[in-house]
Nanobody, 126 residues
Framework: QVQLVESGGGSVQAGGSLRLSCAVY????????MGWFRQAPGKEREAVAS????????YYADSVKGRFTISRDNAEITLYLQMNSLKPDDTAMYYC???????????????????WGQGTQVTVSS
């Protein structure tokens, strides 16, 4: 059984920074996709960033490129999302997700993920 627990959300003014963390409890054997997704009220869930553990390749949504960085601490089995230059449009519930896979190009697709965290709220005020 794998559990994901997010932390680090909060309220910040535009231009500020936050770092989200996702602790992974349990084992995901082999390669995997690990990602961050977000959903704002009245909007569909969207992929923010993902990483394929097999080779470290990453994906970023166009809206966050250059501002957000996804990383993974192998020793702690923790996934991070460093968010800089935050905008009001970044306000959403952020979810961590993970799934075992050998298909790297599927990592941005939320539908492929087996495990999800409970979410952490990020609110950016103007």
């Amino acid at each position: 059984q794998v559990q994901l627990v997010e932390s680090g959300g909060g309220s910040v003014q535009a231009g500020g920074s936050l770092r989200l963390s996702c602790a992974v409890y349990g084992n995901i054997y082999g390669s995997s996709c690990m990602g961050w997704f977000r959903q704002a009220p009245g909007k569909e869930r969207e992929a923010v960033a993902s990483i394929y553990t097999g080779d470290g390749s990453t994906y970023y949504a166009d809206s966050v490129k250059g501002r957000f960085t996804i990383s993974r601490d192998n020793a702690e089995i923790t996934l991070y999302l460093q968010m800089n230059s935050l905008k009001p449009d970044d306000t959403a519930m952020y979810y961590c997700a993970a799934t075992p896979t050998f298909i790297r190009h599927t990592c941005p697709r939320g539908s492929v993920y087996r495990y999800w965290g409970q979410g952490t709220q990020v609110t950016v005020s103007s």
